[in-house]
Each structure stands twice: as C-alpha cells, then as structure tokens.
C-alpha cells in the first residue's frame, strides 16, 4: 500500500501551486498569464523501490505539451520518456517494482478511469483494464509481489466494484472478491490479503472484518454516517487496525482498533481543534513513526525520535519553506523531497539520508521568481450566527491592503476544504490586483462533527450566509471595495457562485460560473452509477427530491434566475460526469431567454474542470477581460 499513499500525498502537495521574480523597486511586473496555468517543468519525482531509478513527469513537447512519465538513473542526466500521452495529462503514476510502472488516464475527463502499466524502457506499454465504461481503482499495488496488484473494477455493474488481482504484464484478471450490492470500499493487510470491506445503505454504514481471505465477510460494527470509523492501516502484526474516529467525540482522533470487540482501545493522537486523519509509520522498522493534521498549515506530531531528526535536518537545510518527504526507498536510505510556500509551488530534492547529501532536482516552475507572490494569510471571521470561519487572505504585493477589488473564491465539495499554500488561480488573481478570500464555510471538513452536520439541507441558507458574511468582513475592514466584489467557484463553489448571484444580487459586481451546479434536482438525477449506494446519504445532506421539493427549489439557482443582474460567465467541460453540461445549459437557457448575454466556454474534451494548457489558457484569458470590465471599469 506503501506507494498508492506516497502518490496521493503528492497529488496533495501538487496542489500548493506556483510562482514569481525579484526586484529592486516595488513595482510589481504584470506576469504572464501562461506562467501560471501551463504544465510545471517537472514534477510527481518517485524512487524506483530499490533508489537505483528516479522517475518523474513533464510535458512531452511533440506530444501536444501532455504531461508524461520519464525516468533516468540515479546517478544520470539522461531523462527516458516511457509514455506516449497526446490527447490528455497522465493524471498520475507509481512503481509497480524495479522494472515496471503503472500510470492511470481517462478519456476526455470522463473520469472512466483505466490503468496502464510499462517497463522502464518503454517496451510492453498496455491497457491493464481495457473494459468500456469502467472505473478501475486501485486497492494495492503489492509492493511484495512483482508479478499482480489488487484493483476493482465495476464491469460487471457499473454501480459497484468487485476485486481483481491483476497481472500487471499480461492484464489477465483473477476475480477475488464478488461485491454483494453493497460494499463501497476495500481494504488490505501488509500482506497483500484483502480483510476489511465497508458498506453503505447510504444512512449507515457497516465495518466487515474476516481473519482469512478463505472466511466470509462478517460486520463487527454498524453507524450512522454521521459517526466514522475508518481504517487507515492494520497494525504490524495484522491483528488489529488504526483508524480515524469521531464515535462518540466530536473531532476524529486516530485510535488502534480492536477487531474482536469492534472497540477503539489505544488513543494514539487527538487534537482539540481539528480532526485528525493522517497516520505515519516505517515499514522497514515497523513502527508507527508521527501523526499529520492540518490547522491553518499542515503539521506534525512525531512519535519516533529518528524520524523526527530527519524531519528537523531538512528543514536546517530548507530553512524558509514547508518540507515534506513524498517518497522512500523499500530500504528507506534514500528520499525524494520537496520544498513549498504560499509563495513557491515548489522544489524536489533527492535526499541520501546515510551520507546526508541533498541534491536538487528541478524547481516545478523556475519561469517565475516568488518575490512577486503574494502571502496567503490565515484569517478568521465570525458568522452571524456566531461560528469561527477560518479561511485564507490575499493582498496583492506592494498594496496597503484597503479598498480593493476582491475576488471571492469559494471551494467545492462542498464536504471539502481550502488548504494553505501555493495556488496558481489565487497567485494570478492577486498579480492582477485582486485582492483574494477564500473560507471554509460550515460543512468544511476537518472542523469536527458539529461544524460539518450543521451544513446539512443548508445549501444556499447558512452556507451561503458564511460567505456572505466573509464579504460584509472585508467591506467592515476596509479591505474590499464594495462596489468591485467577484465571486468565483468550481462545483459547489460554482454553485455559490449562482446563490450568490440569486440570492444576494446587490453583493456582487459579477460572477464566475465554473462546472457550478444551477439545478440540484438534475444533480440529483444524474449521479454517476458508482455514487448509487451514497444516494440516501446525499438526500440527507442535501435533500430528498420526492419529499422535499420545495427546499430543493429554493436552494437551486436555477428557479432564481430571474434575480440575477450581475454579468456571468460561465465554463464547462462536455464530459463532466459529477455536474452534467445540463447544470450550466439550464442557468444559460434561463438568462439568455430574459434577453442577457451570459458568455458561455464549452470544451468538448474536458469533464470536471479543465486538464488541458490550451482550455486552460483560453478560460484565464476570458476570466481575465471578463473581470477587468466588471470590476476596474
């Protein structure tokens, strides 16, 4: 399981995105816009599991600027491209063993995900689930066995996945695992066999447990979905799990977990603030090594005190900027590392932690200089009906900070929230003039139970309220000019957009519409076939279309569209399988039939916002007018 959560932390880490330059004077150079939306020159680096290979993707400049895999050796300059990526991004990779890498693609951000796997000199590059109209996950990846990983594959019904080993040369499938209707998720112990499975009615979910791979699945516990237990790995003797959980507390705290009494024992961390989720631990010593959690930044409670000086080391040696190890070696002698701010996307070093050299790779965007970048600072403000929202602040470089055109930037989700660090749309925005807020408004996650049920059949109500009163926060501080307020969002955060527009209209100068949900009736209606078993669940959260129409109809945008007078502009991918192109057509059809102008960016080959650098450089380019007409006019 070892790289399927290095890849994910990298995947985190890549989103604290981008740039900059240095000067002598203050005036701050209007940067180009494609300096922050293009593909970073390297990145995603990952050690073969023996060190002797670094891998790595970059743009493959015949191939449409698709990213790609490339590897070289240790100790060599000589970058192999091993994949051939044309029509879209490789959206990531990792080592299967010494000789072999999988990488994962859809078509067109359909989010039909397929796995590829390929030797490190090219040669045998194939489809390992070359299915139609499937979703491949990967359950493990066997670091163990060269030969197979674990996936699951709804192929033989596309609402739910059941378990395949895999042969990872040859595709050949071996069916391990036969999903009875209901399980949502799987899990392995570290060795490989697969004993834990969850389930879902979609109000409760079940904990199923067998002590063999030969046994029956049985449930050791049953919740509401408001409570959560959710296993992070077995313990070293495959005898008991940690996990997560939030029974009978407020904030998760990570516990060991005992399979025979379905009882959390052992407290291994709490935090009084924040739920805690992360879990470190060295497979070669066998020890549970720190906990990670996030309060304004990411932190680090560390139990291991080896661990604990190679952590404090790299940062002697990266004083200045937030590190993180991405990756080891199986022998954890050697470490790909990287160094981010709010200021810098970032930087990958190669560490040899017995000789104690550090090596640097590649900065991820060397075009742009982060004195130019703006600080992204924690902030907090209270809601009107008295809860902390956290969020973060923008001022652009070199502004006293007061009377500022602001750009409104809530997240998706919305069961999500905004991280600290590099983020190229809010960089952009700031170089532009713009002052930034985004919050993690109630039903964010990480703030505890309460903070998160309170949002529940709160769309468009005191969800919405929390970002109103962000506004009225900075209007009350100085900061924003009334008159030049934006909103923008992605998904939930286009649909704040929409409610913001509808159901605040004299707020907001314009908005920014992006694969935003307008309709949630047709939301509802079109949930992909492997959402099926969180159906109830999101009824419950959202609300249920047979019996609660008229709370439905009051939070959707659409059916309010006549209230809407700020300009808007919207954009959409084609194939977007969470928030169909008939969420933006409706809100679109419903302006224009009131005779407003509503621009409107379809790509056909994109899904839930854009992959591609020329979507992406043509949608800033037209954000970018769009946004000079409305708010410095």
Request: proline content about 4%; overall charge negative; charged content about 25%.
């Amino acid at each position: 399981m070892k790289k399927i959560y290095e890849f994910i932390l990298i995947l985190i880490i890549g989103g604290f995105i981008y740039m900059v330059i240095n000067n002598s004077n203050n005036t701050i150079p209007k940067i180009p816009l494609k300096d922050f939306f293009k593909n970073p020159d390297k990145a995603s680096f990952q050690l073969s599991p023996d060190g002797s290979y670094i891998s790595l993707m970059k743009s493959w400049e015949e191939g449409n600027r698709r990213m790609n895999v490339y590897v070289k050796k240790i100790n060599s300059d000589k970058e192999v491209r091993i994949t051939s990526a044309s029509e879209r991004n490789i959206y990531g990779y990792f080592w299967l063993n010494n000789d072999r890498i999988a990488y994962i693609q859809d078509k067109g951000g359909d989010e039909n995900i397929h796995i590829y796997a390929v030797n490190v000199d090219g040669t045998n590059d194939i489809d390992l689930t070359p299915f139609e109209n499937i979703q491949a996950r990967i359950e493990d990846d066997l670091e163990d066995d060269p030969d197979y990983m674990l996936v699951s594959l709804n192929k033989r019904d596309p609402r739910i996945h059941d378990v395949y080993r895999l042969n990872i040369h040859d595709g050949s499938l071996t069916l391990i695992a036969e999903n009875p209707g209901n399980i949502m998720g799987w899990m392995t112990d570290n060795d490989g066999k697969l004993r834990i499975a969850t389930t879902g009615d979609g109000v409760n979910t079940s904990l199923l447990y067998r002590d063999t791979e030969e046994e029956e699945f049985k449930s050791i516990l049953t919740t509401n979905f408001k409570e959560s237990v959710s296993p992070l790995y077995f313990t070293f003797d495959n005898k008991a799990l940690y996990v997560s959980s939030n029974r009978a507390r407020d904030k998760s705290a990570i516990y060991r977990f005992d399979l025979n009494t379905a009882k959390e024992t052992d407290l291994i961390f709490q935090h009084d603030e924040v739920d805690v989720y992360g879990l470190m631990r060295s497979e070669k010593r066998k020890i549970i090594t720190g906990v990670t959690y996030t309060t304004d930044k990411r932190q680090i409670k560390f139990f291991d005190e080896q661990r604990e000086k190679l952590q404090n080391n790299l940062e002697k040696k990266l004083p200045g900027v937030e590190v993180a190890i991405s990756d080891l070696s199986k022998d954890e002698t050697k470490a790909i590392v990287i160094s981010y701010s709010d200021k810098s996307r970032g930087t990958y070093y190669y560490y040899d932690i017995e000789d104690d050299t550090l090596l640097k790779l590649a900065d991820l965007s060397p075009w742009i200089n982060d004195e130019y970048m703006s600080e992204m600072k924690p902030i907090s403000y209270t809601s009107r009906d008295g809860l902390t929202i956290h969020g973060y602040l923008t001022i652009p470089v070199g502004s006293d900070g007061k009377n500022l055109p602001v750009i409104i930037n809530p997240h998706g989700g919305p069961w999500a929230r905004d991280y600290w660090g590099f983020n190229s749309e809010i960089q952009f925005f700031a170089n532009r003039g713009y002052a930034v807020l985004q919050m993690n408004f109630r039903g964010s996650v990480g703030y505890g139970r309460e903070f998160w049920e309170i949002s529940f059949k709160e769309w468009g109500k005191t969800m919405q309220d929390d970002i109103t009163d962000g506004v009225n926060w900075l209007i009350e501080q100085g900061i924003a000019d009334k008159d030049k307020i934006a909103i923008y969002g992605a998904s939930y955060g286009g649909y704040a957009t929409l409610a913001g527009l509808a159901f605040t209209p004299d707020l907001y100068a314009c908005g920014v519409d992006y694969v935003g949900v307008s309709n949630i009736f047709t939301l509802l209606e079109t949930l992909p076939p492997y959402w099926e078993l969180g159906r109830q669940m999101m009824y419950e959260m959202i609300g249920d279309p047979e019996t609660e129409k008229d709370l439905l109809k009051a939070a959707s945008p659409l059916f309010h569209a006549d209230k809407i007078k700020a300009p808007l502009f919207i954009a959409q991918g084609a194939n977007d399988p969470r928030v169909k192109k008939a969420e933006s057509d409706q809100i679109v059809e419903a302006l224009k039939n009131r005779g407003i102008d509503v621009p409107y960016m379809v790509k056909d080959n994109e899904g839930h916002g854009f992959s591609n650098e020329e979507n992406k450089f043509e949608f800033y380019e037209k954000m970018e007018k769009f946004l000079q007409q409305h708010l410095k006019h």
